[in-house]
């Protein structure tokens, strides 16, 4: 690892011994300091206000007690949290997560990426995330409504839709969302649509949020493309993961005319030389709720290689690698294997799924990255699209929700470009997001004052 400039070692040696034991938190802010060198460099105020420092510490942090009880009538716990990163753009906004792995040091990662994430999108929107250890799977629906009407019932008095705005993760989607916002409304009683996304369209909801993570990536990496000269057209892609992310990543690809050859699960991955079928993707896992081996039994032209055999969905050749599983998904061997088989263009559907070491290689490699801060901004982007058509009790087509998420994606794609070239790193995505992303909410924190 790169030594950091004088004036931030001491920034994360304060990290370090502030949050002890949270890794994901630590990775995520080394990732953003390790950028900010040339910024403290021109901007002094920064580093007299404090700004950096304030910056990685939540503004409020919150743990509460979810219990809830199960189909055998068994009382179950959960542990709830909800981080308030940074509110000095707007309220603070960001997903829950519901999965086995969650704890303090995964939310507060996620929470601090979604800070600079929201900034380049040019919304009105701070940073939170939130969640909990509660794991949907193998629950039935009557389970997931208690768990959320209870996970509510202590959320509610500190979300608002000018306070905090919750949506989706992993494990919430739109069922959850329903019952969460159900619970919310029969406790305060008030239709306040703005205080979640992700919502049904027949109650509030966008057209477009369902795709629009998958969408939005797959917009980003066809930016980079094109800045190469290049498209999608022809090319092949393998995506990791086979939830709402990863799915809509294969569409969007495969609509551009790419042929998408690989997804995976926790259980193993699939390949699919003639394409994956899409329709029945959704319906193994989104309407059955299965694991991929029930894809690869019901398609000739696909193989199912599970987890115990020790390889990995990068094992495949590709051109385009699209990571949208989760954080650490994709390391430094996985990266020198796409490397080995000729991809050149990596971008981040899911929060930081590439290790330190992966991001390494592919640097090295002339491998065009783009991390999730700004290749995945295209979900929470379309949830203040979802906040505006709720603002202003109004619902958008299709067609022009997607117009704009395109129109945010080419933007940001731009401005870290740029940025990246302001700032004496051409070319480098993970440079120009950081530091598009920190500028816009250092210089409203130093507006706002010390608060
Ligand atoms: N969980 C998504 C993310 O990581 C979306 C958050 C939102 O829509 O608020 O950005």
């Known amino acids: 690892m790169k030594h950091l400039d004088p004036t931030l070692q001491p920034v994360f040696e304060e990290i370090l011994a502030r949050n002890p034991g949270e890794a994901e938190f630590h990775q995520a802010t080394r990732e953003l300091l390790d950028s900010l060198g040339p910024v403290v460099a021109r901007h002094p105020e920064y580093t007299d206000a404090a700004i950096i420092r304030r910056v990685c510490e939540p503004e409020r942090q919150i743990i509460f007690r979810v219990p809830w009880v199960d189909d055998a009538g068994q009382v179950q716990l959960n542990r709830g949290f909800r981080v308030e990163f940074n509110s000095a753009l707007g309220p603070y906004k960001g997903g829950l997560r519901f999965h086995p792995s969650v704890y303090l040091g995964i939310i507060k990662f996620l929470g601090f990426e979604q800070i600079f994430k929201n900034a380049l999108t040019g919304m009105p929107i701070g940073g939170g995330k939130g969640g909990s250890d509660f794991d949907p799977k193998g629950r039935s629906d009557a389970e997931v409504m208690r768990f959320c009407q209870s996970f509510m019932t202590e959320l509610y008095r500190h979300i608002g839709e000018y306070t905090d705005v919750p949506a989706g993760d992993i494990g919430v989607g739109g069922r959850e969302i329903g019952y969460l916002?159900?619970?919310?409304?029969?406790?305060?009683?008030?239709?306040?649509s703005g205080v979640l996304t992700g919502k049904g369209i027949g109650w509030g909801?966008?057209?477009?949020?369902?795709?629009?993570?998958?969408?939005?990536?797959?917009?980003?990496?066809?930016?980079?493309?094109?800045?190469?000269?290049?498209?999608?057209?022809g090319k092949t892609v393998v995506v990791s993961g086979s939830g709402n992310v990863a799915t809509y990543a294969a569409?969007?690809?495969?609509?551009?005319?790419?042929?998408?050859?690989?997804?995976?699960?926790?259980?193993?991955?699939?390949?699919?030389?003639?394409?994956?079928?899409?329709?029945?993707?959704?319906?193994v896992k989104q309407v059955r709720r299965e694991r991929l081996s029930s894809y690869a039994e019901a398609r000739e032209s696909a193989r199912f290689v599970a987890t115990t055999t020790g390889g990995a969905v990068w094992d495949v050749p590709c051109d385009i690698a699209l990571p949208c599983a989760t954080q650490n998904e994709l390391d430094g061997d996985h990266a020198l294997a796409l490397v080995r088989n000729g991809c050149t263009v990596v971008a981040e559907?899911?929060?930081?799924?590439?290790?330190?070491?992966?991001?390494?290689?592919?640097?090295?490699?002339?491998?065009?990255?783009?991390?999730?801060?700004?290749?995945?901004?295209?979900g929470v982007a379309t949830s203040a699209l979802e906040m505006q058509q709720n603002a202003s009790r109004d619902s958008w087509s299709f067609a022009h929700t997607e117009a704009r998420l395109e129109e945010i994606m080419v933007g940001i794609h731009a401005r870290c470009l740029e940025t990246a070239d302001t700032y004496g790193a051409p070319g480098n995505y993970v440079a120009g997001a950081n530091i598009a992303g920190f500028i816009q909410v250092a210089d409203a924190m130093l507006a706002l004052g010390v608060i």
């Open 251 to 283: 569409e969007k690809a495969a609509a551009l005319g790419a042929t998408v050859i690989a997804c995976s699960d926790s259980s193993g991955y699939v390949v699919d030389e003639k394409g994956l079928d899409l329709d029945l993707l959704k319906e």
């Open 205 to 233: 909801g966008s057209l477009v949020r369902t795709e629009a993570t998958g969408y939005g990536t797959v917009f980003f990496a066809g930016e980079i493309l094109k800045a190469r000269g290049s498209s999608f057209d």
């Open 349 to 378: 559907g899911a929060n930081m799924p590439c290790t330190p070491e992966a991001v390494k290689v592919f640097a090295e490699a002339g491998v065009a990255f783009a991390p999730g801060k700004a290749a995945n901004a295209g």
């Open 181 to 192: 916002f159900g619970q919310y409304k029969r406790i305060t009683n008030r239709y306040e």
